[in-house]
C-alpha cells in the first residue's frame, strides 16, 4: 500500500519539483552562468525522471510482493533527486551572497515541506532529501557565519522528519483500518449470502394476530405446502399438527405460544413440530417488530430443521451412558445407578450391593489371538451377563475386561452370593468365538451399602479391593469387602515410601532395548528402560512403580536421573546412535523440564540431535496446552520427540496436526494383529505409515517378536524395527558389546 501509493503522486511531485526548479535557477544565474544551470536542470531531470520509472513499475504494489531489488531502487531513486538538489548548495561555496544562500535555502525547505505532504506513505523520501539537502545548506550557513541560519535550518528537518514518520504511521493505521472494514463487509456480505442460499435454514414473519405473513420459498418447503396455502394461517396450527384440534400440545409449542403472546424475544428455542403428520424439531429465533410509530407488528425470526441434530444428539446421549462395543450401561450410568440404590436404601432402610468383575485369562486371549477375537469374547461374556439380569439388577462394563453390578435391594445378603456365584458359573463356560473354544473364568469382589461405604466412591473402592483380595486367592472365587482388606493400601505406602529412597540408594538403573533400521537391521537408537530392584520389595514391576510415581510427583526427579543417565551413556555409542527416554505428562507439566533437558545435555556432552524424548498421548488430556509448549522448546533446542503407541490413545490426528514429530511409533497390538492377517491392523498399519511419509516423519514398528512379523512390517514401509526379534532390554554393558561385536565382525570381514 505504501509503494502503491507513490504513483499517483508522481505528477504533483513533479510539478513542484519543477516549480523550484526554475526559482533555483532563476536565483543561481546572477551567480553562475548559464551553462552551468542548464547543466544542473539536465541532471536534475534526468534524476526526476528515473524516480517516475520506478514510481510506475510499482503502481500495482498492493498487489503482490515487492522484492527488495525494488525497494532499494526506490530509495536510489531519492538519494538521486537529493544528491542533484544538494548541488546548487554546493555550488555557492565557490562564492555567493548570504542573501542568495537563504533564497535558495527557501526553496530546499519548500520542497522538504512539499514532499512530506505529498507523500505520506514513505517517509523515506523526506528523510533522505533533508539528510543530504539539509546537511549541505546547514554546512553552507556555518561556514559564512550564519549561525542562526543553521540552527533554523536543522530545526526545520528535524520537525519536518519527525512529521514525516508520523505521517507515515497514520497513513498505515488508516489504510488497515479501511482494509479491516472491507474485509468485515466482505464477510457479511458472505454469511448472508450463505444463509440466503442456504437449504436448511429460512425467515419466516407474523402479524399482530399471530399470522403467517411474507412467507420465504423455503420456509413455505419446510411446511410441505405452497405459499398460497400459507398466508394468513396461523403459525400454531401450521406446525401442531393434529394436536390444534385436540389441544394436546407438546410442552415445546406451549413455550413457544406464550412467548409470542408476551411479545417476548427468543433465541434458538428447540420447538417439536408436526409437518405432514411427521414428528420433527424445528429450531426458532424471533424478534418483536415495531411500525413507524413504535406499535407492535408481529413477529419476523429466523428458523431451521434441527432434527438430525437432535437425533444425534440422543445418540451421543445414548453412547455417553452405554458402552459401544457390548450395549450394556457404562461407567457413568453404573455410578448414576449405584447413586440412586445408594438413595433408595437410605430412604427406605433396607442395603445395595456393588459387584465388580474381573475375567481371569482374558488378556492372554488377547495377546495370543487379538483385538477382534478378544472384542468378540467380550461382547459373548456382556451377553451371558445380561441373561442373568433380573430387574433388580443392572450389568454393566466399566472398561476393558472389568465390569460390574449393581443390586438395588440387597436386605438379602443370600441375594449377592447368588448373583457372584451365577456370574462365575456362567462366565467359566467355554466359548466358541471366531471357529476358537475358548476358556476364561471371573473373579467378583462385592461390597454392601451403607455398611461397607455410605458413598458411592467409597462402595465402588471397597469393591474394587474385595476384586483384588479374589485375583489374589486365584481368580474363580467371590470375595466380599472387609476391612482388613485396607492392608493392601498400607503395602502400598510402604511402597511408595521405598521408591522415595530408591534415587538416593542408588536402587534404579537403566535397561536399553535395540531400535533397528527396517532394511538394514544396523542399531539406529536404544529406548532407555527404567528398572527398580528394591532391597526391600525385590524386582518392582515398572507397570506398578512408574503409576505410583506419577501419582506422587516423584517422577519428575526420578525422570531427572533417567534422563542424566541415559545422556551420559550414549556417549559411549557411536556418533550416529540416539537415545530415547520415556516422558510422563506429570514431567511435562512440569515447567522447569526443559531446563532439565539442557542441564542433562551439557553435563554429559552428548548433541542435542542424539537424544528423543518419546511421549504417549495422554499427555495432551490433562493440560496439551503446556505439554506442546514444553515438547516445543524442545525441539527448538534439537531434540526429536516420538510419539509412543500410536493410534490406542485419543485423538492422533489432532495432535500430529499440532505438533511436528520426528517419529511415530505404531502399537504392538497393531503389528500382532496385521501377523495374524487383521484386515483393520493392516490398514491401520498402511495409513500410519503413508501418513508419517507425507508428513516427513518416520515409523517405528513395536513388539516385533519373530521373523513374519519383521517381513510384515518391512512390507508395509516401516523405517524402523523394535522388538525381542532383535533384543530384549539388556544393561549397558550388553548394549555397547553390541557395537564392539558388529566391529569386530567388520574388521574379520
Not at 525494488?70 to 544538494?86: K, R
Not at 554546512?139 to 535550518?153: N, V, W, Y
Amino acid at each position: 500500500m505504501q509503494f502503491a501509493s507513490l504513483a499517483p503522486t508522481t505528477v504533483h511531485r513533479l510539478i513542484a519539483h519543477g516549480i523550484a526548479a526554475l526559482g533555483a535557477a532563476h536565483i543561481l544565474l546572477a551567480e553562475f552562468g548559464l551553462v552551468t544551470i542548464a547543466g544542473w536542470l539536465t541532471g536534475l531531470g534526468g534524476a526526476l525522471a528515473y524516480t517516475a520509472k520506478v514510481d510506475r513499475l510499482l503502481s500495482d504494489a498492493d498487489r503482490r510482493v515487492l522484492t527488495r531489488g525494488e525497494m532499494s531502487g526506490q530509495t536510489f531513486a531519492y538519494f538521486l533527486v537529493s544528491l542533484a538538489w544538494s548541488v546548487p548548495m554546493l555550488l555557492l561555496a565557490m562564492g555567493g551572497t548570504p542573501l542568495i544562500k537563504l533564497e535558495l535555502w527557501t526553496i530546499l525547505a519548500m520542497l522538504l515541506a512539499a514532499q512530506a505532504v505529498i507523500c505520506p506513505a514513505i517517509p523515506m523520501g523526506t528523510i533522505i532529501f533533508g539528510a543530504l539537502a539539509g546537511t549541505v545548506s546547514i554546512t553552507q550557513f556555518l561556514l559564512s557565519g550564519m549561525i542562526d541560519a543553521a540552527a533554523a535550518a536543522g530545526a526545520l528537518v528535524v520537525f519536518v522528519v519527525l512529521g514525516a514518520v508520523e505521517g507515515a504511521r497514520n497513513f498505515l493505521t488508516s489504510r488497515m483500518a479501511e482494509s479491516a472494514m472491507l474485509e468485515k463487509n466482505e464477510v457479511v456480505s458472505l454469511l448472508l449470502r450463505e444463509f440466503e442460499e442456504g437449504e436448511a435454514d429460512w425467515l419466516w414473519q407474523i402479524d399482530p394476530a399471530r399470522r403467517v405473513r411474507s412467507i420465504s420459498p423455503r420456509f413455505a418447503f419446510a411446511l410441505g405446502m405452497d405459499p398460497e396455502e400459507i398466508d394468513g394461517k396461523p403459525f400454531i396450527q401450521l406446525i401442531a399438527g393434529d394436536a390444534w384440534d385436540t389441544g394436546q400440545f407438546p410442552s415445546s409449542l406451549h413455550d413457544l405460544a406464550e412467548r409470542l403472546k408476551q411479545r417476548d424475544s427468543f433465541s434458538n428455542l428447540l420447538v417439536r413440530v408436526t409437518i405432514r403428520g411427521e414428528a420433527r424439531w424445528w429450531e426458532l429465533s424471533g424478534t418483536p417488530k415495531l411500525d413507524e410509530k413504535g406499535n407492535f407488528d408481529g413477529f419476523r425470526g429466523v428458523g431451521s430443521d434441527v432434527t438430525e441434530q437432535r437425533e444425534s444428539a440422543d445418540k451421543i446421549a445414548h453412547l455417553a451412558r452405554y458402552d459401544t462395543l457390548t450395549g450394556l450401561p457404562n461407567r457413568l450410568m453404573l455410578t448414576e445407578s449405584m447413586g440412586e440404590a445408594m438413595r433408595f436404601a437410605e430412604q427406605w432402610r433396607t442395603k445395595c450391593a456393588f459387584l465388580m468383575i474381573d475375567l481371569d485369562r482374558f488378556k492372554a486371549v488377547n495377546d495370543t489371538l487379538g483385538h477382534v477375537v478378544g472384542d468378540q469374547l467380550l461382547a459373548r461374556v456382556s451377553a451371558r451377563l445380561k441373561e442373568i439380569m433380573t430387574e433388580n439388577e443392572l450389568c454393566g462394563r466399566l472398561g476393558g475386561d472389568e465390569f460390574a453390578i449393581v443390586i438395588r435391594d440387597a436386605s438379602d445378603l443370600g441375594r449377592v452370593e447368588h448373583v457372584a456365584k451365577a456370574v462365575i458359573e456362567r462366565l467359566s463356560l467355554p466359548y466358541e468365538v471366531d471357529h476358537h473354544t475358548l476358556y476364561v473364568g471371573a473373579s467378583v469382589g462385592s461390597a454392601v451399602g451403607p455398611r461397607d461405604g455410605s458413598t458411592v466412591e467409597t462402595l465402588m473402592r471397597n469393591a474394587d479391593l474385595a476384586l483384588y483380595r479374589s485375583k489374589d486367592a486365584g481368580g474363580g472365587v467371590h470375595c466380599t469387602y472387609e476391612p482388613t482388606l485396607h492392608a493392601d493400601a498400607e503395602e502400598r505406602r510402604k511402597l511408595e515410601f521405598s521408591l522415595r529412597r530408591a534415587l538416593e540408594l542408588n536402587e534404579m538403573s537403566l535397561n536399553y532395548q535395540p531400535v533397528v533400521d527396517a532394511q538394514t537391521e544396523q542399531v539406529v537408537s536404544f529406548e532407555a528402560l527404567l528398572r527398580w530392584n528394591s532391597p526391600e520389595h525385590g524386582s518392582v514391576s515398572p507397570a506398578k512403580f512408574i503409576p505410583m510415581a506419577e501419582d506422587t510427583r516423584l517422577i519428575v526427579p526420578i525422570g531427572e536421573w533417567v534422563l542424566r543417565e541415559a545422556c551420559r551413556e550414549a556417549t559411549r555409542w557411536p556418533g550416529h546412535v540416539k537415545v530415547a527416554v520415556n516422558v510422563s505428562g506429570e514431567q511435562l507439566l512440569d515447567p522447569h523440564f526443559s531446563t532439565t533437558v539442557v542441564a542433562a545435555l551439557a553435563a554429559s556432552g552428548l548433541p542435542p540431535a542424539r537424544l528423543e524424548i518419546e511421549v504417549t498421548e495422554s499427555i495432551f488430556v490433562r493440560d496439551g496446552t503446556t505439554a506442546r509448549n514444553t515438547l516445543e522448546q524442545i525441539m527448538a533446542l534439537g531434540c526429536s520427540v516420538a510419539l509412543d503407541d500410536f493410534g490406542t490413545g485419543y485423538s492422533s490426528l489432532g495432535y500430529l496436526r499440532k505438533l511436528r514429530f520426528s517419529t511415530i511409533k505404531v502399537d504392538r497390538s497393531f503389528v500382532q494383529g496385521a501377523a495374524t492377517g487383521n484386515p483393520e491392523s493392516l490398514a491401520i498399519i498402511r495409513a500410519v505409515v503413508a501418513m508419517a511419509q507425507s508428513l516427513e516423519m518416520t515409523t517405528t514398528a513395536e513388539g516385533v517378536e519373530t521373523e513374519a512379523e519383521l517381513n510384515m512390517v518391512r512390507n508395509l514401509g516401516a523405517n524402523k524395527v523394535q522388538g525381542y526379534y532383535f533384543g530384549r532390554p539388556m544393561v549397558a554393558s550388553e548394549a555397547n558389546r553390541l557395537f564392539y561385536q558388529h566391529s569386530t565382525a567388520r574388521g574379520a570381514a
